[in-house]
C-alpha cells in the first residue's frame, strides 16, 4: 500500500507503520495479533512469551481534560498521584485508550478520577505538554457538566476538590493549566 498512511516493513516481523489519520500512533502486526498503541518499540519474544512494549522519544500520547464549573464557579481540580506532575494540581483527564472517542475516555476519566458522572460539551482548547521520555502529551480540554455521583478521589487522582479563583493561587498547579483557561475564557484573569 503506496502513500501516506501505508505500512512499512522493518527488517522482519514485525512489520509496523502510521495508522489512518497520519497521527504518531502505531500499529505492529505479528503474524497471529495486531497490537494498536502510541508510538513506541514493539518487541515480539518467542511464543508464549510475554509482549514488551517500550516509550519511544518523541512519541505523541493523546489526552483529555474535563474543565467542570460549579453552581459557585468554582473549579474542579485534582492533585495528581502519579508522573507526569505527580503532586500538582490540575483538571480531571487522562489517556485517550486505543478505540476511544475523546468523549468516552472524558468520562471515564472522570468516573475513575472524582467518582463524577459527567456530560461532555464543546471543546474548550488543545495544548501540548513535555511527558516522560521525551513523549509529547497533546491534551484536549472539554467543557462537562456534571450528571451523578459523590465527589472522591480515585486512580490516578491523590485528591479531589473545588477550587475558588482565590485558592488557585495559593496550590502548586500543573505548568501552562491557568494560563490555558484563561486564554479560552474560563477563568477571568
Do not use: N
Not at 522482519?12 to 507503520?17: A, D, E, L
Not at 460539551?121 to 456534571?146: F, K
Not at 500543573?174 to 484573569?189: F, Q
Amino acid at each position: 500500500m503506496p502513500g501516506a498512511g501505508a505500512w512499512s516493513r522493518v527488517a522482519t516481523w514485525p512489520w509496523r507503520g502510521p495508522d489512518e489519520d497520519g497521527d504518531d500512533e502505531y500499529r505492529a502486526i505479528t503474524r497471529e495479533t495486531i497490537i494498536r498503541g502510541t508510538a513506541g518499540t514493539i518487541t515480539f519474544p518467542p511464543r508464549g512469551a510475554r509482549r514488551i512494549i517500550v516509550g519511544m522519544s518523541g512519541s505523541v500520547i493523546p489526552c483529555v481534560g474535563a474543565v467542570v464549573i460549579d453552581g459557585q464557579g468554582r473549579l474542579l481540580m485534582i492533585k495528581r498521584g502519579h508522573e507526569p506532575s505527580a503532586g500538582l494540581w490540575s483538571i480531571p483527564g487522562g489517556r485517550i485508550e486505543p478505540g476511544e472517542t475523546d468523549a468516552g475516555a472524558l468520562v471515564r476519566e472522570m468516573l475513575e478520577e472524582t467518582g463524577l458522572t459527567v456530560e461532555v460539551g464543546r471543546l474548550l482548547g488543545r495544548v501540548q505538554r513535555p511527558g516522560l521520555a521525551g513523549a509529547v502529551i497533546d491534551i484536549r480540554d472539554y467543557a462537562a457538566t456534571i450528571t451523578g455521583g459523590a465527589l472522591r478521589p480515585g486512580d490516578d487522582a491523590a485528591e479531589a476538590r473545588w477550587v475558588d479563583a482565590a485558592e488557585l493561587d495559593s496550590l502548586e498547579i500543573t505548568e501552562g493549566l491557568i494560563e490555558a483557561l484563561t486564554d479560552w475564557g474560563v477563568l477571568g484573569r
